[in-house]
């Protein structure tokens, strides 16, 4: 049962040097195959999150804690090398910013080809023969002469499709993408969702996808976690959370109408601002800008309720029972 | 890429015109009439008027310019008022052994500068980078000819390990003979590019260091060897910009070392052709050595252009 685990997360927690806390204890479980979507304020810690997976936070900044296992490799302790090794062949990722994410004095083919001969044994022709296929496998016209332009040389969608195939390139487990699309024109955005689904499918892979847009979100993933403050305060299948939102901060991100045709639809504001993350209240993160909150909310952080198998929330409103859960959809 | 060197050497034809009109002018410049110059104040009337036909100096200024240019062009710098050889043999021994010498401290000072520098910037922050800021900055503030003075000091009067003048007995070559000659005027010129170099190249890779394609590579898997190669290519046209352009002040400034040392180069020439008033020494050796700069800054623009892509254009 726990073979096809590929992430591991108990309590994670990310904190840095400056005093600020960006991930405040995270658990989740991913499956292969899976898609997790993230949802969340900017700086929620969203993009912390990510890159603690793979540990790539800047080293010498950043204090991690709690449990994390990828494949069951324990990445908290893991040194810099065993992390090295499986950066690449079992988890990568894609970066918001295919701009400046891509070495501007190298060519594509080269930052494909280097990622291939850093982990697996074979030669330069092979490698670069793969790397044509990775480009070709991500759409990208003309695919021979891509290999060596360099990223100037591309356009955004173009330069994000060769991102793409470099985190590809060593047929990764897991695949972590963060907002790969809101740098782009919209209509090339569609593009590389559906590209990416298309991949991830094909390649079974398991994927873990931040973004801030709904329709997106509703597209792509199989569950959604709502982040706030460096938590999840709510986890679920996506068209459960999406049509029925047990916290009353995702209610609020969610808008009140949310339906099939969101996509393109950009997650509601909610009035009042994220809380300090150097000096994070006591209680419940959310309770100075929640309507529902009352004092015991502020007494201490609420635990992680389950109304409903396979479903959670971190919020006191929420009952712990199947069965009230079902009582209150009814109403 | 062949269009574009060809357009930057076009460029620098101007600028070469215009700096050669400078050197001509030099003998106009100066306060005086050039025949002052040449010629022993009590020389006759015949013998002033015979010298400056000798010289031209009685055709109208263009035409002056024009026939002095063909004359240069063709290596003709005349002749040395002072000792009355050719200005050109003077300058081909000088200028090789100041090339000599500059190269030798471009080089030392490129490779003290990109170690310090590299370092520097992956340890920032540190005590490594602490120190080499302090070198750096100690080497560009550092007098030239006082450094050099105690370099003599310690280990010419002192310990007696190294010469402290010339360039060695007869030609040059690369032996220990005349090497050992090198050594000490190489180590104070250096000292000044390795603290540009250093402080340049620091600053380089802690911008490079702080980019988001570096968390891409760390995210490869790439391990540090493969990412100080992405760093190096990144930070080398930057890098080799200050270095060429530190060469070209080197070919041409490095006058106050080589009177220290007695090293016979183009800077004690024009050293001692200042002061003998010795103007077409003066003409031929300023000309040379600006058309050395421009030519070098023409070369470190290539090459720069050779190695970032973003800079090649058609
Ligand atoms: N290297 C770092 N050093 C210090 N603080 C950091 C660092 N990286 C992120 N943070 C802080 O951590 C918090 C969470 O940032 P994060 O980038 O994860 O937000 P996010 O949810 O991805 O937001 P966005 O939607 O805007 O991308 C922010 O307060 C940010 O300032
Ligand atoms: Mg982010």
């Given amino acids: 049962m726990r073979d096809d685990l590929l992430v591991l997360a108990r309590d994670l927690r990310v904190k840095f040097t400056t005093g600020v806390n960006a991930v405040n204890g995270v658990d989740f479980d991913l499956r292969q195959r899976e898609v997790l979507c993230i949802l969340g304020e900017s700086g929620s810690g969203k993009s912390v999150t990510l890159r603690a997976l793979m540990r790539l936070n800047p080293p010498t900044k950043t204090i991690m804690s709690g449990t994390l296992e990828l494949g069951g490799r324990d990445v908290v302790q893991a040194s810099e090398n065993e992390m090295s090794d499986l950066r690449g062949p079992f988890v990568s990722m894609i970066f918001q910013e295919p701009m400046t994410a891509l070495d501007p004095v190298f060519t594509i083919g080269r930052q494909i080809t280097e990622t291939i001969l850093r982990h697996e044994n074979i030669s330069r022709r092979k490698a670069r023969r793969r790397a044509l296929e990775l480009l070709e496998l991500v759409q990208i016209p003309s695919a021979k002469r891509r290999l060596d332009a360099y990223p100037h040389e591309l356009s955004g969608g173009l330069r994000q499709r060769a991102m793409i195939a470099i985190a590809l390139s060593c047929r990764p487990k897991l695949l972590l993408a963060d907002e790969p699309t809101t740098a782009l024109d919209a209509s090339v955005q569609i593009q590389i969702l559906l590209l990416l689904r298309e991949i991830q499918q094909e390649l079974g892979m398991g994927m873990i996808f931040v973004t801030h847009d709904l329709g997106v979100a509703g597209e792509v993933a199989d569950r959604i976690a709502v982040m706030y403050a460096g938590r999840f305060i709510e986890e679920g299948p996506v068209a459960d959370l999406m049509r029925q939102p047990l916290h009353p901060y995702a209610k609020g991100l969610l808008g009140a109408t949310v339906h099939e045709g969101s996509r393109g639809k950009r997650l509601t504001t909610i009035p009042g601002a994220p809380p300090d993350l150097r000096d994070l209240p006591g209680g419940c993160a959310f309770a100075p800008r929640c309507t529902e909150a009352e004092g015991a909310c502020l007494a201490h952080l609420p635990e992680l309720r389950t109304p409903v198998p396979d479903r959670a929330a971190r919020c006191i409103h929420v009952d712990d029972r199947p069965a009230a859960f079902g009582e209150r959809l009814a109403s | ?314």
Avoid at chain 2, 67 to 89: E, K, T, Y
Avoid at chain 2, 193 to 218: W, Y
Avoid at chain 2, 255 to 268: Q, S
Wanted: glycine share 8%; charged share 15%; hydrophobic share 55%.
């Fill in chain 2, 1 to 314: 890429m062949l269009l574009y060197t060809l357009r930057r050497i076009l460029y620098a034809v101007p600028i070469a015109l215009a700096v050669s009109l400078v050197c001509f002018m030099l003998v106009h410049i100066a306060p005086g009439d050039p025949i002052d110059a040449i010629l022993p104040p009590d020389a006759s009337a015949e013998t002033v008027a015979l010298v400056r036909k000798d010289y031209g100096l009685d055709k109208p200024l263009p035409v002056q310019f024009g026939l002095w240019l063909a004359h240069v062009v063709q290596g003709d710098f005349g002749r040395s008022i002072a000792n009355r050889r050719l200005v050109a043999d003077e300058l081909v021994s000088a200028a090789s052994k100041t090339f000599i010498l500059a190269t030798t401290a471009a080089s030392l000072g490129f490779v003290i500068g990109c170690i310090l520098g590299g370092l520097a910037g992956a340890f920032r922050g540190t005590l490594i980078d602490r120190a080499a800021v302090s070198f750096a900055v100690g080497g560009v503030s550092v007098p030239h000819y006082w450094l050099g003075m105690v370099l003599v000091i310690i280990f010419s009067v002192t310990l007696g390990w190294l010469p402290s003048m010339s360039a060695g007995p007869g030609d040059w070559a690369w032996d220990w003979l005349h090497i050992r000659h090198l050594i000490l005027p190489a180590i104070t010129l250096s000292v000044i590019p390795a603290g540009l170099v250093t402080r340049t190249v620091r600053g380089v890779v802690v911008e490079i260091l702080s980019q988001d394609f570096m968390t891409t590579l760390r995210g490869k898997g790439l391990r540090r060897l493969m990412l100080t190669v992405h760093v190096m290519k990144n930070a080398a046209p930057t890098a080799l910009a200050v270095m060429g352009l530190q060469l070209g002040y080197l070919m041409g400034g490095s006058i106050l070392v080589e009177t220290v040392f007695a090293w016979p180069g183009t800077g004690m020439m024009l050293n001692q052709a200042i002061f003998q008033r010795d103007i077409p020494v003066l003409q031929g050796t300023t000309l040379v050595l600006a058309m050395i700069f421009v030519a070098l800054n023409l070369l470190v623009d290539l090459i720069q252009t050779a190695l970032d892509p973003r800079m090649r254009r058609t």
